[in-house]
């Protein structure tokens, strides 16, 4: 039997994304080609893969049982390569990032020089947004989240808390004073960021307040939020990842100090499930979280009341 390495990888890419020629497309062939492949695996395995429509193609039973099997053989040439690569040192190939990108920005983009000189073999696809990125359908290899982590087949490691504030300009405290309660926000110029209207806050002896808000703008940009909290518009829930620098110089301060946002978030490093870690991956996995802890620190490390 003649499995070749192109033709898996080709046959569980479709698998995830449904279509032939967009899988193709990644791997450089093209739909002519790739195409070929499949009917190929096909005919040498025997069965059908797939169901074809115009539309799209899904797996059938036996294309669902040897999408197991075409992962494990991956995952051992993947592992075998991992350990060779090893022993001779040599690190190379694509690595495949995506991260929000106000977190992209300030935590990574910085030090992508710095890695790419000690790893010159390693090229990188680094895609900075804030919409969520479906990493397995899309193929990274690696993607940061900030969030409370739900359960998922997907590999996460935790890198670092994620400490957030209440936060809002001296101005605009000195303009509309400053809530006492959480109930009090009700009365303010608040501003939430994406679709989330209702702000969880947890005082020092665990209750738990819900709050409705409301504000001027809607906005998915943690940049522009923190521009907007800068010039004196309202209220915010910011990372002290990105707002400590100004806490620290008094461009903001701290609105309910005895109150922070629940559930807590983190921030994780998360990769696709079901394969051998490659070693670029783990290059950059590695080099990356150090900087973003350096980063925090230097951030907020020493903000008051953390």
């Not at 169901?51 to 197991?68: H, K, M, P, Q, Y």
């Not at 690696?142 to 001296?170: F, H, T």
Request: charged letters at 20%.
């Amino acid at each position: 039997m003649n499995l070749e390495l192109t033709s898996l990888h080709l046959f569980i890419r479709v698998a995830a994304l449904g279509a032939i020629g967009r899988a193709g497309e990644e791997l450089g062939l093209s739909r002519t080609n790739a195409s070929q492949r499949i009917q190929m695996l096909e005919a040498e395995l025997g069965v059908s893969l797939f169901n074809r429509t115009t539309r799209a193609v899904s797996l059938t039973a036996d294309g669902e049982r040897f999408l197991i099997h075409a992962a494990r053989i991956l995952d051992d040439v993947e592992a075998a390569r991992i350990d060779l690569s090893s022993a001779s040192h040599r690190i190379s190939g694509l690595v495949r990032v995506t991260a929000s990108a106000a977190f992209g920005e300030t935590h990574i983009v910085p030090f992508v020089p710095e890695f790419l000189a000690a790893y010159p073999d390693i090229t990188l696809d680094l895609n900075l947004s804030d919409a969520i990125v479906d990493i397995v359908e899309q193929g990274y290899d690696l993607a940061y989240r900030i969030a409370s982590l739900e359960s998922s087949s997907l590999v996460a490691q935790k890198v670092d808390d994620d400490p957030r504030w209440l936060v809002a300009s001296p101005d605009y405290v000195a303009r509309h004073g400053a809530p006492v309660s959480p109930d009090d926000l009700s009365a303010h110029m608040c501003l939430p960021l994406g679709d989330i209207r209702t702000w969880s806050l947890r005082d020092s002896k665990g209750a738990v307040s819900e709050v409705r808000v409301k504000g001027p703008v809607k906005i998915n940009m943690g940049g522009a939020l923190h521009q907007w909290l800068l010039s004196g518009m309202g209220i915010g829930l910011a990372a002290l990842w990105y707002v400590g620098p100004a806490l620290k110089a008094g461009k903001l301060v701290r609105i309910l100090p005895d109150h922070t946002p629940w559930p807590q978030t983190k921030i994780w490093a998360i990769r696709p499930p079901g394969r051998a870690m490659p070693l670029r991956v783990k290059a950059f996995m590695d080099f990356m979280n150090s900087r973003i802890l350096h980063t925090n620190t230097a951030q907020y490390g020493d903000l008051d009341g953390l």
